[in-house]
Nanobody, 124 residues
Framework: QVQLVESGGGLVQAGGSLRLSCAAS????????MGWFRQAPGKEREFVAS????????YYADSVKGRFTISRDNAKNTVYLQMNSLKPEDTAVYYC?????????????????WGQGTQVTVSS
């Protein structure tokens, strides 16, 4: 079992950047493919980005492609989400998730473990 803790959220102006971190404990993060999801008030949780176990393959939602970058440092047991050119519609609670599978996935049901989330607010 793995425990996930997100950090790095906050308030930023439109056009700005933030980097989210997801620190894993309990088991090495290299055992899991990882993903980021987000949930805005009154909306369903939606996929943002995913990365496979080795970091060689990534997958993004169309809404963030070209602006967000997911990466991982297995030696530090940490996964990152670099968010650039932020828009007000990116405002949400961002969740880190781990899945036992090797490959990327955009389906939240494929993920086995979740963090508590970190708030990202983008002002216009």
């Amino acid at each position: 079992q793995v425990q996930l803790v997100e950090s790095g959220g906050g308030l930023v102006q439109a056009g700005g950047s933030l980097r989210l971190s997801c620190a894993a404990s309990g088991r090495t993060v290299s055992s899991y493919a990882m993903g980021w999801f987000r949930q805005a008030p009154g909306k369903e949780r939606e996929f943002v980005a995913s990365i496979n176990r080795s970091g060689s393959n990534t997958y993004y939602a169309d809404s963030v492609k070209g602006r967000f970058t997911i990466s991982r440092d297995n030696a530090k047991n940490t996964v990152y989400l670099q968010m650039n050119s932020l828009k007000p519609e990116d405002t949400a609670v961002y969740y880190c998730a781990a899945r036992r599978g090797v490959y990327v996935s955009g389906r939240h049901l494929d993920y086995d473990y979740w963090g508590q989330g970190t708030q990202v607010t983008v002002s216009s």
